[in-house]
């Protein structure tokens, strides 16, 4: 059973930017791929970025490209979203997902191919 938390949210101004962390245990993530989603009230939960097992591989949603940046320390146990030039409309509930890659450069964009969820952490853009 892999166990994964979040943290890094935050109140930020438009234009700031944030770095979520996304710990896992008690295994390692070493065979994992990886993603973020983010989730507003009363909406369904959306895909933001995935990062393969090997980190080979990165895939992200057309409206954080270029801001956004999906990464893993291994030696950390711990993947990571670097947001910049934040927009008030990134206000959501973020979330990291894990699940066992069937090979090294597989990413996965869908919520139900995910098998292992943190807790979310809340980001929240206004001025």
């Known amino acids: 059973q892999v166990q994964l938390v979040e943290s890094g949210g935050g109140l930020v101004q438009p234009g700031d930017s944030l770095r979520l962390s996304c710990a896992a245990s008690?295994?390692?993530?070493?065979?994992?791929?990886m993603g973020w989603f983010r989730q507003a009230p009363g909406k369904e939960r959306e895909f933001v970025a995935a990062?393969?097992?090997?980190?080979?591989?990165?895939y992200y949603e057309d409206s954080v490209k270029g801001r956004f940046t999906i990464s893993r320390d291994y030696a950390k146990n711990t993947g990571y979203l670097q947001m910049n030039s934040l927009k008030p409309e990134d206000t959501d509930v973020y979330y990291c997902?894990?699940?066992?890659?069937?090979?090294?450069?597989?990413?996965?964009?869908?919520?139900?191919?995910?098998?292992?969820w943190g807790q979310g952490t809340q980001v929240t853009v206004s001025s």
């Open positions: 008690p295994r390692t993530f070493s065979g994992y791929a």
């Open positions: 997902a894990a699940r066992r890659g069937s090979l090294g450069g597989s990413i996965y964009l869908g919520e139900s191919e995910y098998a292992y």
């Open positions: 990062i393969s097992w090997s980190g080979t591989m990165r």
